[in-house]
Nanobody, 119 residues
């Protein structure tokens, strides 16, 4: 099994920046895609950004040009650099990883980290 631990959330003023990090641990796995999702109060969880082992990235339209996702394949970590933050970016951010193991193709989620952007 893969465990994901996130860090880096917090309170920031609009226009500011935050950097989220996520580290995968466990044994006997090979990670495919990693990414970030977020869930604002009263809303459904939505995709923010994904990155694959090849380096291919994709972003939600709402964060393009402001957020950058990157990963270190050797350390099984993924980061989300968030710039020019807006109050509507306020949400709990979750790290997700898709991976192969002896049990097949699986997914893992982190516990979530709160990002609160004040106006």
């Amino acid at each position: 099994q893969v465990q994901l631990v996130e860090s880096g959330g917090g309170l920031v003023q609009a226009g500011g920046s935050l950097r989220l990090s996520c580290a995968a641990s466990g044994s006997g796995f090979s990670i495919s895609g990693m990414g970030w999702y977020r869930q604002a109060p009263g809303k459904q969880r939505e995709l923010v950004a994904t990155i694959f082992t090849s380096g291919t990235r994709s972003y939600a339209d709402s964060v393009k040009g402001r957020f950058t996702v990157s990963r270190d394949n050797t350390k099984n970590t993924v980061t989300l650099q968030m710039n020019s933050l807006k109050p509507e970016d306020t949400a709990v951010y979750y790290c997700k990883a898709n991976y192969w193991s002896a049990y097949g193709f699986r997914e893992a989620w982190g516990q979530g980290t709160l990002v609160n952007v004040s106006s």
